[in-house]
């Protein structure tokens, strides 16, 4: 049995350090356009990606959903059932935050 999760985009970040070192254009590349800031996912169980989230950030934070969602916690947040977890883009990430959610 998984516990109800609500997922939030935290922060859409361009590391422009990173782009202007490796890539070949720069200043093309645009923060991801997947989700927005402040973006809410509702989900029922860590199985099923709910519908608008991106895949690969679904694939990427996955595993911290199955920790909250399974009942596991956090230590060192200050929300011990919520934690943060970003996608692996790194030329420009998306923060977001995992929480349980009381019912």
């Not at 200043?27 to 997947?34: D, H, Q, W």
């Amino acid at each position: 049995m998984f516990h109800p999760c609500k997922i939030t985009v935290v922060q859409r970040i361009v590391n422009q350090q990173l782009c202007d070192e490796y890539l070949k254009s720069p200043k093309k590349l645009v923060m991801c356009n997947k989700v927005m800031d402040n973006q809410e996912f509702m989900i029922s169980s860590p199985l099923e990606m709910p519908e608008g989230m991106c895949p690969s950030a679904w694939a990427d934070i996955r595993p911290y959903i199955i920790a909250i969602a399974s009942g596991g916690g956090f230590e060192f947040m200050k929300e011990k059932y919520s934690v943060l977890a970003t996608c692996t883009d790194v030329f420009r990430p998306v923060v977001f935050k995992v929480e349980r959610m009381v019912i």
